[in-house]
């Protein structure tokens, strides 16, 4: 479960410091992510599930912190910002995904984290804890 996740900004092999203190100026409020739905995808072999459509309070809060990693000059994906949560890596197609239950998870910080991989895939570790109003 400690791996369980939502990336909001990937910054790859960074220094820690130059993004917490980047990660502290942005802003957010706290509130709750409901997990609505699940897809596989064939492209990257995996299972997600997510929102139907990003709350208006986490979109906020990815455009604040993009904005401040933007102007402590780190390079973000230029695609869109999609909420989810990867749930299966290296996952065969289901014939089908059964129906979730009803979930909303709170959201009252944000983590910095350091990636770790070995064969036997990736850990994380937390850098910076940062917390949300």
């Not at 900004?9 to 609505?36: N, V």
């Not at 850990?123 to 910076?128: C, F, K, P």
């Amino acid at each position: 479960m400690e791996n369980i996740h939502l990336t909001l900004a990937f910054l790859g092999d960074a220094e820690p410091e130059p993004a917490i203190q980047a990660a502290r100026r942005a802003t957010g409020r706290r509130h709750e992510l409901p997990i609505e739905t699940a897809k596989y995808v064939r492209r990257n072999e995996m299972v997600w599930v997510a929102p139907f459509s990003t709350p208006v309070a986490l979109a906020e809060l990815v455009a604040s912190l993009h904005a401040a990693l933007r102007a402590a000059s780190f390079r973000l994906e230029e695609r869109p910002f999609a909420a989810h949560v990867t749930l299966i890596r290296k996952a065969r197609q289901p014939k089908s995904l059964p129906p979730l239950p009803a979930v909303r998870w709170p959201v009252d910080e944000f983590v910095l984290v350091r990636s770790h991989t070995s064969a036997k895939g990736s850990t994380y570790e937390a850098v910076e804890r940062l917390a949300l109003k």
